[in-house]
């Protein structure tokens, strides 16, 4: 049920102190239906938003999207690949379909739209690549697809983030397990990395224009998490990556780096939060940018508690974050999107019942004070809610994640609005 309806403050341990502050959450049906999960959400600029997910049916998927207006309408629907004919020659494709690695949606300078989604290479479980595919006619026919990547290995290859990059140009990042060939990678459902310093995850980029030429490819990190999102944002002339590193003693610490001028900046840690563990906790970090600067929002664990981190920055570093909930309930999961002056940070929290999750929604002013939270959902325990997804223009963003219903998962999605209250 939803409760954002009523704009609740809610006090939380561990917040900072909030004033009071309104948002309105209207549903919005988007005509997803049953059996779909995994979605995302893009902006479209001028129009709306791009709302997208997949569909499961037995051992077929389908990436499908929603073209959604300002005012909430669904404009229209449609499918943008399936996996029936995505396979050489158009044979049947068997895709890597996932609740921490999905696929996505970008709208570029120029107007294409570029989606992704995962397929598999191999019979190991983590064996599956990055599937690119544009469309120049706002998602009514979309191109044969191209891969990212070209080394060609039978290992993982995932957890894309993609940003425009002028004109038809699209820039992605991707975690690339090309030197885990051979090293006996096992995540273990994604939970868990490689064990030992050979063969470790890598995070690499290229920049793909519309006549499918790969350019800048390029190594950023040798050693990362394997299997936690990244996040990649556009900010002005720059570009701002920030992920989950995997350094020495089996350090996770958020990391981020600029592109400016052609070049990729030296990577350097958000904050030094100190957890270390030796299996790759599968919770991300997110980026927004708005006139107070940028924003990094992140899960850690101190003690037994998960830890809601934000921290405010620009590309010269980040300062001392600020704690928006913690507690062993806590799950993470984390989006976040600019909101007037200050922010929307969205993740799954504590519950009101033992074991639930809810659907938390902070709106944070400039300072990253927290103005007001707001649980849109109560969600059962487990992988299968996914990772909410959220993105904001002008004044009204669409919030999209996974509930069940009758015990079938299925896309919900909400538009959130200054409450006039």
């Known amino acids: 049920m939803l409760v954002g309806l009523l704009a609740l403050a809610v006090a939380l341990p561990g917040t900072v102190a909030a004033d009071a502050a309104g948002l309105a959450v209207e549903p919005l049906d988007l005509g997803a239906g049953p059996s779909t999960a995994q979605p995302s959400v893009a902006v479209d600029p001028g129009r709306g938003f791009i709302v997208t997910w997949q569909r499961r049916d037995g051992d077929r998927a389908t990436l499908e999207f929603a073209e959604v207006a300002a005012n909430g309408a669904v404009r229209r629907r449609g499918v943008i690949a399936d996996s029936a004919t995505t396979g050489a020659d158009g044979a049947a494709a068997r895709w890597f379909v996932n609740w921490a690695d999905f696929p996505s949606l970008v709208v570029l300078d120029n107007g294409d739209w570029i989606a992704h989604w995962l397929q598999k290479t191999g019979e190991s479980t983590y064996a599956y690549e990055v599937r690119v595919v544009r469309s120049t006619d706002r998602g009514r026919t979309w191109s044969t697809s191209i891969v990212p990547h070209t080394d060609g290995t039978e290992t993982e290859h995932g957890f894309v983030s993609m940003v425009p990059a002028g004109d038809d140009r699209v820039r992605l990042v991707w975690l690339d397990g090309r030197e885990t060939a051979g090293a006996g990678m096992d995540h273990s459902h994604h939970g868990h990395d490689h064990a030992g310093h050979a063969g470790r995850m890598t995070l690499r980029s290229a920049v793909l224009d519309r006549r499918g030429r790969l350019r800048e490819e390029a190594r950023l990190d040798a050693s990362t998490c394997s299997c936690c999102q990244t996040d990649l944002l556009r900010v002005g002339d720059r570009t701002v990556v920030a992920y989950r590193d995997h350094g020495d003693e089996d350090l996770r610490n958020i990391h981020w780096l600029v592109h400016r001028r052609g070049r990729w900046s030296s990577e350097q840690a958000v904050h030094d939060d100190g957890w270390r563990i030796a299996g790759c906790p599968v919770n991300g970090p997110a980026l927004a940018a708005g006139p107070a600067g940028i924003l990094a929002l992140w899960p850690t664990l101190q003690g037994d508690a998960m830890v809601i981190r934000a921290a405010l920055g620009d590309d010269h570093g980040f300062g001392a974050p600020v704690a928006l909930e913690s507690g062993v309930a806590t799950v993470g999961r984390v989006d976040a999107t600019a909101w007037g002056d200050g922010f929307l940070a969205v993740w799954l929290g504590a519950g009101s019942t033992p074991g639930a999750s809810a659907l938390r929604v902070a709106e944070l002013d400039a300072r990253l004070g927290v103005r007001a939270t707001h649980d849109v959902v ?24 996974v509930e069940a219903v009758d015990g079938q998962p299925g896309v919900r999605a909400a538009r959130l609005t200054p409450s006039t209250d």
Do not use: H, I
């Not at 959220?390 to 004044?395: K, L, S």
């Open 378 to 401: 109560e969600l059962p325990p487990g992988r299968s809610t996914g990772v909410p997804r959220v993105a904001a223009a002008r004044g009204e963003a669409v919030l999209a994640w």
